[in-house]
């Protein structure tokens, strides 16, 4: 006897009983998912809901926030609540229930016998459901007009192709693009009901992410993806516009390194002959603005030629090094002239066997005369060039705004 209890034990538990199945108006209902909305029996989730005509998808994108701008691989992650909602007609609904609701909540296990959109992001990296106890998802059912809203709770990283010639005066647009795999504008068109931050104070403070983020709807032109011969595809989605925070940037290089080429100036002001004070203070300048290249090429995003930002260090640099080699040049020059000045007249005197060499007193007085004369047009080429290099960097300054802001 006990034999036969164990054989029928393992019999139960190697074929489950069948779920229980209810009627509805002459549809089956799979028990546990809902006594008040059935599938026909001929239902096929592999069929379009309207065979003969157009799906309308409808995307509700609500953003939580945007989580990380990743300029070294062109990514942008973002936390939202991606909702997708469609009509099927194809459920049955009981009348009565339906006069009580306008909305049902259905468990998760329903979504399996569904027809659910194929939906294609473009350009996406990751997508990640989040989970706490079990996937952050929901599923409702409208009676009234008899459409399906899907929400999934996701942190989705998506592509956005930036360019930083501009950097750190640059302005990016992104796009976030959502359509169909394989069908299109005749099948199936994507339509864009709401779009931005679920909080919109949310979207106000994006100092620790380097950018002012605004989210705009997509132009007419996104909206459609020409695909040659396959045909048109409708899209939804958003315009990310990513405006930069340039303060920061203005601070920590932008003013000091031009604060640095208007001190160099100072150099014109110290005499030719203080050589340690005038080189001194060029050299340390020079060495400084090198350094503070070396860490914006660090720190600078990669573009195809020079950053904004590369191009105003070079500038500086090329200022600090114009003024070292003027003062080169006038050590130059003053070397020559006092190598010249060795070759004195001498006048030989003769007595007793032995030779005197006497300098004369008008080549002493000529030579002073002379060592006047060029400390005076020393300083006329210091005074040119302490006017003319402000001016050029002022010139500078007009044309690096004008072509980088505008």
């Known amino acids: 006897m006990k034999e036969l209890w164990y054989l029928f034990a393992c019999f139960v538990t190697l074929h489950p009983p069948a779920p229980a199945q209810g009627k509805l108006g002459g549809f089956h209902c799979r028990a546990g998912i809902s006594k ?24 509700y994108i609500t953003i939580e926030e945007v989580l990380r701008i990743n300029d070294k691989d062109y990514s942008i992650t973002f936390s939202t609540y991606f909702n997708v909602e469609w009509q099927e007609r194809r459920l049955h609904i009981d009348p009565e229930y339906a006069n009580k609701t306008n909305s049902i909540p259905m468990t998760l296990e329903f979504i399996k016998d569904l027809w659910v959109p194929n939906i294609f992001i473009y350009n996406l990296k990751t997508y990640k459901v989040i989970n706490v106890l079990s ?127 208007i001190v160099s100036w100072i150099s014109f002001l110290i005499p030719m002959d203080v050589i340690p004070g005038r080189m001194a203070l060029l050299v340390t300048l020079f060495l400084v603005l090198v350094n503070i290249f070396n860490t914006v090429t660090t720190n600078t995003p990669k573009a195809e030629g020079l950053t904004a930002i590369e191009a105003w260090m070079l500038a500086c640099i090329l200022f600090v090094f114009g003024a070292l080699i003027e003062y080169a040049a006038i050590l130059f020059k003053k070397q020559k002239y006092v190598s010249g000045q060795h070759k004195v007249n001498l006048r030989i005197v003769s007595k007793q066997d032995n030779l005197k060499y006497e300098v004369q007193e008008k080549s002493a007085a000529r030579h002073a005369i002379s060592m006047q004369q060029l400390a005076e047009e020393y300083w006329r080429i210091d005074k040119f060039f302490l006017i003319s290099f402000p001016i050029l960097f002022f010139v500078f300054n007009i044309i690096y705004w004008l072509a980088f802001i505008l």
């Open 36 to 59: 008040h909305i059935c599938l026909p029996d001929k239902y096929s989730k592999f069929d379009l809901p309207i065979a003969q005509g157009v799906n309308l998808i409808k995307t």
């Open 135 to 261: 996937k952050l998802a929901g599923l409702w059912i409208n009676t009234t007009t008899s459409e399906v809203l899907y929400s999934q709770a996701t942190h989705i990283t998506f592509i956005c192709p930036m360019r930083f010639d501009k950097f750190p005066l640059d302005t990016q647009r992104c796009t976030f693009k959502v359509g169909s795999y394989s069908y299109d504008m005749s099948k199936m068109v994507f339509l864009t009901k709401t779009i931005g931050y679920s909080d919109e104070n949310k979207g106000s403070n994006r100092i620790a992410l380097d950018y002012d983020i605004e989210i705009l709807p997509l132009s007419e032109k996104d909206k459609i993806l020409v695909f040659g011969d396959y045909g048109n595809f409708s899209l939804s989605g958003f315009e990310m516009i990513l405006t930069r925070y340039v303060s920061t940037y203005i601070i920590t290089y932008y003013l000091p390194s031009g604060l640095f080429v």
